[in-house]
């Protein structure tokens, strides 16, 4: 359960759009629901998961994750959130480049203990990117280390998803992988999903369709 | 895997030459605190030296009311007390002097000048003496009577006097041959006569003296109880003569002793003023040397920063990753630190060396005190790095 009363990111200030379903007014976001936002490029939608995320500072207003402050968290706290409640795929992926595909997900897997290296080596395989689990992110094209990120969002037990343009490189073939990939495992943890997006609508069962 | 994704950016170049300098430093320190340890050991125990300096004469400064018999220059009992209860004074003898006048006559051979002298005895304690003679006794009855003079006496006569008076130079056991005669005047004037030889020769007591046991049994026999009845000297043994406490109550008292021995002291005082000044600038190496250490280790830490950053944004805590850098940091850190003490076992083993070399008798064994302040020192310098570490880490959680 994510709620926003009346939040402005600093950068956004005054020139967000009056419109806005999210700066300025308030928010709340069930657990367990499905919801898109679209916005064009610069209105704020990273800002957006990176205050439910805990990254980001510098807003007005107040941003509650599972009915706490955001900003009351304290690192131990942000930490077991970021561990056991809410998973994120960057927009700019934040891979390891000099580390493998394998290591990647290692990172993550080896923190939680979420999946088997089965369960791990299978994902790849049904994102088509298992063939690059020994090569370094740094030399994958952009579209496999999409794949890998979000693979490695799932790595851990959550009850918010949240992907930023996740399928900005992919062909749609992989994009309804992907997007069959996220609502099995979203059903089976039984958690939300906030995807953001340029315009570009995926095959995926929103409850909620949010403009920014 | 951390430190796979940690360590990527870490120099070894960098990491040994830190690691070098932080050894150095190590040692240097060391070093200095063995060698204040030895100083010291130098001129506070020197078991084997002749001249003890733990024995010391002391007498009261003779002044013009001295000579005019207005004050006295000899001891009170009360005075003897006093010195005697000071904690740096460990014995206290008392020079008798006897109560009579006497005349000593020797002859060495036919061809030599007859010795002719006025005399004078003193006593000692014998647990005061550093003679170990089976003839250094006296019972009423003996006629011969053992005199221990200085060995220096021996020295002037063979190497001042008879030079410059074209006489032949002796050996310490051609005067203990000299048959000595003692001739004493007695309370009504009468001289009674007793055989002496000199039987040994004293490094530490600067006077001739008679066993004990003749002196008391002479006075009460021959003396005349206003002469020279108060002990003027005496010997003091001291725990370490260069205790300025101790230069300091003789001052406050008008106390004299030969100031040779006390320049040990002022020696010593210097010595460790320099070896202050070593150490304080050792221990500012030190801190540099460590610093520069956890510096690299910072450095390390800045070059990681976006790892650690994302690390923390994929929900490791800061705690993780500030404990594994403290672990990496301690493994280094506390290996050259042992490296560090594993060579200043070495460095005074060649100091040892060194030392014997110039005649100089040092223990050959690090004193434990040094690896007690090693310790601290390691403990003090481990424990701001690591919290160092854990600070820099944590400015990244947020």
Redesign the interface.
Known sequence: MVTFNQVVPQPLEGIYNPQSQIWATELAVPSGHLVEVMSASGKGKSTFLQII?G?RKDFKGICQVNGKDIRHYS??EK??????KVS?VFQDL?L?P??TGW?NL???N???GHKTEAEMRELTERLGVAFLLDKPCGIMSYGQQQRFAII?ALC?PFTLLMLDEPFSHLDRGNIELCCALLQEECKHQQAGLILTTLGESYPLPYDTRLTL | ?LS??LL?QKSRARLFIAATGSLLGTLLLLTAIQLYFDITYLFTVKADDVISPSFLEVNKQVSMLNTLSVSSSSFSDEEIAEIRAQKFIRKVGVFTPTQFSMWLTGELSANLPKLQTDMFLEGLPDDMIDVQNNRWNWEPGQKEIPIIIPSYYLSLYNFAFAPSKGLPQITKGTVTRIPLTLEITDREGHRVYYKARVIDYSDRINTIMAPISFINWANKEYGREQEGKRPSRLLLEVDNPSNPRFAAFLEAKGYETSKDKLKGGKQMALLQVVLLVVGVVGVFIVILSVLVFVLTFQLLISRASE?IR??????????TISRFFNRYFLRLFLGIQLIAFALVVLVKLLMYQLFTENALEVPAYPHWAMFLWGLLFTLAFSLSGVRAIHRTV?RL??
Request: glycine share 2%; hydrophobic share 40%; aromatic share 8%.
């Open positions: 995320y990254i690192p131990a930490a077991e959130l970021r561990r056991t994120i934040r390891f000099h580390l290591e290692q990172v993550k080896q923190l939680t490695r851990q | 895997m796979k994704v990527q790892a994302l690390l923390i944004q994929l929900g490791h805590d800061y705690t944590r959680a947020d």
